[in-house]
């Protein structure tokens, strides 16, 4: 099996128009053995790739996960990143921000939780929240602290998309290479994961009727989320649309985007010095007595 991870990148200054992009692609496995096999080859090969990155130690990397409700952005981390070294990973989900959060402008609490170099870092949605959630809802600037004449101002979105682009411009030139995910949901293979949420007692707590109130929204996320796509893939801050509404082909495509974005880092252990070198004859010297 070959995923070409292009197909689903959406190239710089392209409009969006999801209507074009399918939730649900050509079948990538024979059967769910043949997905577990696929799966397990490329999460060693990524648990491979992330320890010569931890090692290297000069990039940083951060994924970012964006979908509509019921997307599969935590089963996407979970099986994909499954072979991943603690210590090399962390995993931050954004909420609703909080008072504190509020107090600052809109990238601030995305900031703080960026990765260090050698180290990988996964966004459950992100700061894109601000021209998705937000633009879905714009009364929730009252929150922000924004002027009135701000929250007013036409061109505000257009403003934020700016703003991203140029914080992840300047991420890019500080070693952190950003990857942005895109899980394409349909509206009525949510339906089906809903429902099942409610069948299953152990995903109870996973719906609540918020959640049932935004598919009210559906068109206007879907704007949202054109509109954010086209302004802000880019080169070095490219976004894939990935098809999800077969967990398994979403979840292959994604680790397969993951090892190209690893695989395009320049790499390589650090070189042993000749001192060190003599340092190491001498401990196993010792360690032989």
């Given amino acids: 099996m070959n995923i070409d991870s292009n197909t689903y990148r959406v190239p710089p200054d392209k409009k969006v128009d999801l209507s074009e992009w399918p939730t649900a692609g050509p079948v990538l ?21 992330q320890q010569l990155h931890y090692a290297s130690n000069r990039y940083a990397l951060l994924l970012i996960f964006q979908g509509m409700d019921a997307a599969g952005k935590d089963g996407a981390i979970r099986h994909v990143m499954s072979g991943i070294n603690p210590e090399g990973c962390e ?18 609490r995305t900031t703080c939780r960026l990765p260090e170099r050698g180290r990988i870092g996964i966004f459950n949605r992100s700061y894109y929240e601000e ?17 009135k004449e701000l929250r007013d101002d036409k061109s505000k979105w257009e403003g934020r998309y700016r703003s991203i682009v140029d914080f992840e411009k300047h991420l890019d030139r500080n070693s952190t290479r950003i990857v942005k995910v895109f899980l394409h949901l349909s509206k009525n293979e949510q339906r089906k994961r809903f429902l099942a949420r409610i069948d ?13 109130h935004e598919r009210r929204f559906w068109r206007d996320y879907v704007k949202a989320y054109e509109e954010c796509l086209s302004a802000t893939s880019t080169h070095h801050a490219p976004w894939y649309v990935v098809p999800a509404d077969d967990k398994d082909d979403a979840r292959l495509i994604v680790s397969q985007i993951v090892l190209d974005a690893l695989k395009g880092l320049k790499m390589a252990y650090p070189e042993t010095t000749s001192k060190h070198l003599a340092e190491l004859q001498s401990i196993r010297k010792l360690l032989v007595k």
């Fill in 29 to 49: 496995t024979k059967s769910k053995k043949h997905y577990r096999e696929l799966l397990e080859e490329h999460v060693k090969e990524l648990s491979a790739l």
């Fill in 91 to 108: 995993v931050f989900s954004f909420k609703q921000p909080s008072a504190e959060e509020l107090e600052h402008d809109f990238l601030w």
């Fill in 131 to 147: 021209v998705l959630v937000v633009r879905v809802h714009p009364e929730q600037l009252r929150n922000e602290g924004l002027s």
């Fill in 200 to 212: 299953d007692p152990d995903k109870n707590w996973k719906l609540s009727l918020a959640d049932v």
